[in-house]
């Protein structure tokens, strides 16, 4: 049976279009006979709160699969205290496991220590956070076992999803949160596929070909080559992106849209506009105010009502009164149900900067609403055909008029409405979901896509001294620069290991591809900087001779 598990750093409850999308398609591979969950990776003492209210909310099913890493390692640790055999939680046990966080500044030394604790005060994670670097070191304590060790929170949330992967294979891991694309690419394993997804434009501005990277994005470029595919949702982004990364590891899959029935018959208003996003300056809210606000000067019967939440909330309030325009434009709060919002207007309005896709986009079509856009990158031209169930116009005064055509005549609403529809059939449950399972019965078929060789640019580093405990010694050096490149090296990728080369009788038992650094120290018998390779919290302690790895530090 086919497993997956879709990757968020965190669940909130009034979570945007990617939590949206995460949780429904979870749910409908379910439906689908996959194993399906969603692994969160952010500690939140309110995680199973906020799980509560979206079930209530009828915004989710109550037997949907959420896994805290947190609450993971807490039910394993106090199994083992309790000497009890670990078994399958149901959502509602596993986010009920008991947690305390307790945070210790060691003053003076600059820096922190995140230490969570179980019901019975064992300490079953620590995290190190310097002022400077952030989490410099993570530690996993199990009773009765060893401590494993890491250096980053990537690290040993890969550790975390390998261990969710390998209990059902095969195991297909899906980085909604493009933030979890480094941890997802250094998941390794027969079995397991690695899937990075766009969920947004991946360039700065002006969010056009020939801009920079956006920085958020760093992660999921730099892994194109170590994933089994990156999914995106446009052909247009599909386009962009090959045009500069060639590949053969793209597919391109739309967003999945729940269209549900709102229980309530509900008569559409013909002088209301609707807005449902984020309050995000990338939103270009007071933008589609500011247009809204002429066409209020020529209809004085049209409302503006926007739905959702964000960092731009009261300065969006503010703007408002300062047009002038409080009695026509509301601010309505974050959108539990978002069918009795469109389903109550005439015409959704977007004017984004830019998009990954567009998910109120597409529920506004699938509920009946026409929609009328700007053209951005990427979403509004793929989702709707110009003229027949919405618009995608060029600049203000066309979305003005289109605006005002649609508030002023019900039967072209209603016209559109129907085409509307019928258009975003295409991102429902049924085709979304079979196209997942084609993709995933694709990777199964074919060699994995990844280059587990692929290091980073640096200097080639050879080992020069034989170790009988695993150490590895760096050659001698005067210069600070490659000093310090020492002292702060993180991760090595290991180029070429000459396996049949012994020493004390054993040669080495490793592989080419990416390890941790465990204890960079200088050794003042020798007058060289060692260190240990380590994977998945073990570092390596056997024999190795000398001059049998090549390797980059980094």
Known sequence: MKQVISVLYELAEQGGGVTRVSLARTAALAVEGCIASVAVLSYDERLEHTIQNLVVQGRIR??????????????????????????????????GVFIKKQIDRVNGA??????????????????????????????????GGRPLKFNSLDSVHAYWLKCLSVKSLPSFLLADSIGAADAICRVEGQGIYRVLMMHSNH??????????????????????????????LTQGQLQDVREQFPSGRYSVIGNLVTIGASGVEIKRDPNLAVVVSRL???KRIKTIIKSFAKVIARNPLARLEIWGAGEQEQSIKEFIDSLDVQDSVKLMGFATDVSQVFMRASVSLGMSASEGFGISFAESLGYGVPLVSTKTNYGPQEIVTNG????????????????????????LVESMALKGRESALRFTAGPITALWLSLFSELMARPTGRSVGLAPEGNVIENMVSSKVGWIYLPRVNDDATINSYRSAKKVHVLSVVSERAFVGETVDLLVGAYEVDEMVFDQVKSRYRFRLMKDGVSFRAPIASRVLKFVLF
Not at 114 to 143: A, C, H, W
Not at 203 to 222: D, E, N, S, W
């Open 62 to 95: 109550e037997d949907l699969r959420v896994l805290s890493f947190y609450h993971w390692f807490a039910h394993k640790a106090s199994c083992a205290i309790a000497g009890a055999e670990e078994h399958e939680q149901s959502t509602a046990e596993h986010l």
């Open 110 to 143: 600059g820096f922190s220590v995140n230490r969570y604790l179980t019901r019975s005060k064992y300490v079953f994670i620590e995290e190190f956070i310097s002022d400077e670097n952030g989490v410099e070191m993570v530690v996993l304590y199990q009773p």
């Open 203 to 232: 360039l700065a501005k002006p969010h056009t070909v020939g801009a920079a990277i956006a920085p958020k994005y760093a992660g999921v470029i730099r892994g194109i080559e170590h994933c089994d595919r990156l999914v995106l």
């Open 280 to 282: 995000h300056g990338v």
């Open 388 to 411: 027949v169930d919405g618009f995608v116009v060029e600049n203000e005064e066309e979305f003005i008029d289109k605006v005002e055509l649609l508030l002023g005549d019900a039967q």
